[in-house]
Nanobody, 121 residues
Framework: QVQLVESGGGLVQAGGSLRLSCAAS????????MNWFRQAPGKEREFVAV????????YYADSVKGRFTISRDNAKNTVYLQMNSLKPEDTAIYYC??????????????WGQGIQVTVSS
């Protein structure tokens, strides 16, 4: 069992930055591929970014590429999402998610509870 707890969300003006953190419980953090998803009001949950087990590979949604950076620290059981040049359309609840596979079609094994990010114009 893995528990994921997000932090670092809040309100920021357009053009600003936030860094989200996701702390994982358990001893097998490095065996999970870590993802960030988001869900805006009235929209479906969408993929944002993924990072491989050792951090060597990352992949981003086109909408955030060049602005967001995903990273992880396996010694701290934590994954991060650095968000720069934020836009109002980035406003959403952001979810951390753990998967055993890097495949985009693989099911998520564990979800965090989500954290609100609001970008004002």
């Amino acid at each position: 069992q893995v528990q994921l707890v997000e932090s670092g969300g809040g309100l920021v003006q357009a053009g600003g930055s936030l860094r989200l953190s996701c702390a994982a419980s358990g001893r097998n953090f490095s065996s999970y591929v870590m993802n960030w998803f988001r869900q805006a009001p009235g929209k479906e949950r969408e993929f944002v970014a993924v990072i491989s087990w050792n951090g060597g590979r990352q992949y981003y949604a086109d909408s955030v590429k060049g602005r967001f950076t995903i990273s992880r620290d396996n010694a701290k059981n934590t994954v991060y999402l650095q968000m720069n040049s934020l836009k109002p359309e980035d406003t959403a609840i952001y979810y951390c998610a753990a998967k055993r596979s890097y495949s985009s079609v693989a099911a998520v094994d564990y979800w965090g509870q989500g954290i609100q990010v609001t970008v004002s114009s």
